[in-house]
């Protein structure tokens, strides 16, 4: 994704800088010439995660986002390529939400090119984006429509450094997260909460993206193990899409 593409993703969305109240002089002041990382515009997404291991473990999670850019070999940024997507996940919206893990996002293409072992910690955004469980808040809805396009085919790896939010600390091991895949592991109870948080019609927004996509809602079976890489459209034969129905 080069950089026009990115910006137009991150105005798509209504970005903002996550450290916009820090002025020029504050950030110098603590050395950060540039502003720093958590300075550069981004943007925000919802999403229900799952666990790896246990479809059962279902969580609404908020993802704030920004672009990487590409390292050139004399230890420049490109400031033209993005190479991936850094997010930050929270459990709210709030000015006190919980910090509970990190994922980044890549292209399909960069996602075929890793090796087979890489793969397992990889799951694909296909039915998140078709079933209408990703949405982005405050979004309008035509610049919408051409963001979904984008993260349609993307990759994640998420892990949830705070894996049981009964826990008033995070505690043991990071949770590696997986997408849904499938009409028969959404835990409807979490996917009604989502939807009353932000007034939002999941089955609405599921037919309107069918139709502005063109494809049918994947259908892939819940990893048999943790060691199983994912599948973007269904479990067997080619991994390819299916047209919608007319």
Same mark, same amino acid.
């Given at each position: 994704m080069d950089r026009r593409e990115l910006f137009g993703a991150v105005g798509a969305l209504g970005a903002v800088p996550v450290c916009g109240a820090m002025n020029s002089a504050e950030a110098a002041d603590h050395g950060d010439k540039d502003g720093g990382p958590l300075s550069k515009p981004h943007f925000h997404v919802c999403g229900i995660h799952m666990a790896k291991t246990n479809k059962n473990l279902q969580f609404i999670t908020q993802h704030y986002c920004t672009g990487h850019f590409k390292v050139k070999k004399d230890g420049k940024e490109s400031k033209e390529e993005i190479d991936i997507f850094q997010c930050v996940l929270f459990d709210g919206t709030g000015q006190n939400a919980r910090l509970i893990g990190v994922e980044y996002i890549i292209t399909d293409e960069v996602y075929q090119s890793l090796p087979d072992k890489e793969k397992k910690y990889w799951h694909p955004h296909t039915y998140e984006v078709l079933g209408g469980g990703l949405i982005a808040p405050g979004m309008e809805a035509a610049k919408e429509k051409e963001f979904m396009k984008f993260v349609l085919t %993307? =990759?994640?790896?998420?892990?949830? %450094? =705070?894996?049981?939010?009964?826990?008033?600390?995070?505690?043991?091991?990071p949770l590696l997260i997986w997408s849904l895949m499938a009409d028969d592991q959404v835990d409807q109870k979490v996917l009604a909460a989502r939807d009353k948080q932000f007034d939002v019609n999941t089955k609405k927004i599921r037919e309107a993206r069918c139709n502005d996509l063109g494809y049918e809602v994947p259908n892939v079976s819940f990893p048999e193990n943790e060691n199983k890489a994912g599948r973007q459209w269904n479990d067997k034969g080619d991994d390819k899409p299916t047209p919608k129905k007319k």
């Open positions: %993307t =990759w994640g790896k998420a892990w949830h %450094t =705070w894996p049981n939010l009964k826990d008033s600390i995070p505690m043991g091991d």
